[in-house]
């Protein structure tokens, strides 16, 4: 009898820690944590990275091993206070930056098309200023603003029972970019963005039907514009045989596959990388995933893939528990955009799809890419601030340094001002309204509210001074 009593005792004891584990991960800031720490592991990552895949090119190209490197560094400290400022920002502030943003994306876009720099056959790179920056990676940033305050503003003036409410402007908008990046030949970031607005739809409760039609849509232009580029075509024959051409086309992939193969389970060892010796192209970009899997193994491929699996999970965290249509939205769009971007990537370089080109988010060199996704991730952090809960807990906390800095420059009575001119700031008496538990008869007093007013509960406006 004394052993069941002790199974039953040592099972309590293991329910309670599970408990009390789970608790702890429902804390009102959890989703805020978990978006930085897996963003700054990702960024430090990335950092050892590029030191490590570029040394040899370095040198070749300017003699010292860390000047690819000094230049991700930098991109990597224009990023971080953009996104601290930005985790600090009312969400007002992104809601009207996204219109500004779209327009300029699409100025930038146009111009590189005209004007551009063209690499390896592909036209995505502007000079501006001596700087060379490739256009269509803030875009991605521009169009999860704007797409969301468009689809928010439609459920907030209930506008969502008709069809074409749910697709103009929004499906015009991302066929403009789509249509400008495809001129600069670059398919993976134009699938991106249509990743982005299928997940939008998804989130408003798009009809199955038009789902369904447009993901269809989105597949047919694919296969089109494959169809139509000899180079392409190219590229889907070396996906389904590289071994055909191992010399040519096949040449990238076989050797990341290679990468892989040779890091075995722990790995060669940080620096220790063969591939990067001029064997594998781009792999300090396009084929970093690789890099990582022959230096740690299988080990750190699973650490990089569990790490944006909890990005993607604490993203979803946030779009589940903000009460805004905008935070909700925005939210979901950014993660669908960055995990979406990680997926095509990872799924390239171990040979689930053809080469794309598209960089490792966070991760892979380049500070066109790097930037605006550290941007994005303040965005982030900042809707996971404002959760309900997590509201609650910095408010007890007071204001932080950088909060009455920003409120000095004016910027958080800016957002509270234009979110009084939206209509969504009314004063009330006592009503009677269901309580945070759910409970009716509740009384609650609300002297701000935001959304769409019934007309019963607008106020008459007063027309003396």
Known sequence: MARPRGRAATGGRERALWREWARSLDRP????????????????LGLVMVLSSTMVNSITETGSAFSMFQRQMVSACIGLPLMIVASHLPL??????????????????????FQGTEVNGAMRWLEI??????????????FAL?????????????????WRHLLFPLLPGVGLLALLVLLGSDLSTTLVLLLVFLALLWV??????????????????????????????????????PGADPTGDGFQSLHGLYALGTGGVFGVGIGASREKWGFLPFAESDFIFAIIGEEFGLIGTLVVVS????LGYAGLRVARRVEEPFARLAAVAVIAWILGQAMINIAAVIGLVPVTGIPLPLVSYGGSSLVPTMLALGVL?????????????????GPSRLQRALSWLGLENVGASVHKRGGATVTRRSTTARGPRGNRGARTTAKHRSGPVPAGDRPRRNRRP
């Open 129 to 142: 200023g001596g700087l060379t920056i490739q256009p269509s990676e803030p875009a991605k940033l521009a």
């Open 92 to 113: 007002t502030v992104f809601r009207i930056a996204g219109y500004p943003a779209m327009i300029i994306s699409v100025l930038l876009l146009l111009l590189t098309a």
């Open 307 to 310: 790490l944006f699996g909890v």
């Open 146 to 162: 704007w797409g969301a305050n468009v689809l928010a503003r439609r459920e907030e003036l209930r506008e969502m029972t008709e």
């Open 381 to 397: 952090l900042a809707l996971a601030k404002s959760e309900p809960q997590a509201r609650k807990a910095l408010a007890a906390r």
């Open 204 to 241: 408003v409760g798009a009809p199955g039907r038009m789902f369904v039609a447009m993901f269809g849509l989105v597949l047919a232009l694919a296969v089109i514009i494959i169809a139509i580029e000899p180079y392409r075509i190219t590229r889907v024959t070396a996906f389904l045989d």
């Open 29 to 44: 800031l959890t989703s805020y944590y978990l978006v930085l720490g897996t963003g700054v592991m990702l960024i430090a």
